[in-house]
């Protein structure tokens, strides 16, 4: 549910909370991955900022992520 209302400013919070749970863990991934998928988002493979789906260089780090 969290990844169907969750704004792009979640992401960070979701992805540092650490459950104990394996299933609550998926879940939680499953949340990230819907809003990456709403705002057409992805995160950077070397630094973990979040860019545009389509982003060929990191505007944060400037690494070529083409292909990713």
Known sequence: MLGDI???EAVDALRNLKVG???VQKE???S???IHERYF????P???E???KKAKICKHCQR???GE
């Not at 988002?41 to 950077?44: D, G, L, Y």
């Open 41 to 44: 988002t992805r995160e950077c």
């Open 64 to 66: 070529e992520v083409a």
């Open 28 to 30: 939680i991934e499953k």
């Open 32 to 34: 990230v991955k819907k």
């Open 6 to 8: 969750g704004e792009i």
């Open 50 to 52: 979040i860019i545009k």
């Open 21 to 23: 749970n394996d299933l």
């Open 46 to 48: 070397f630094c973990a």
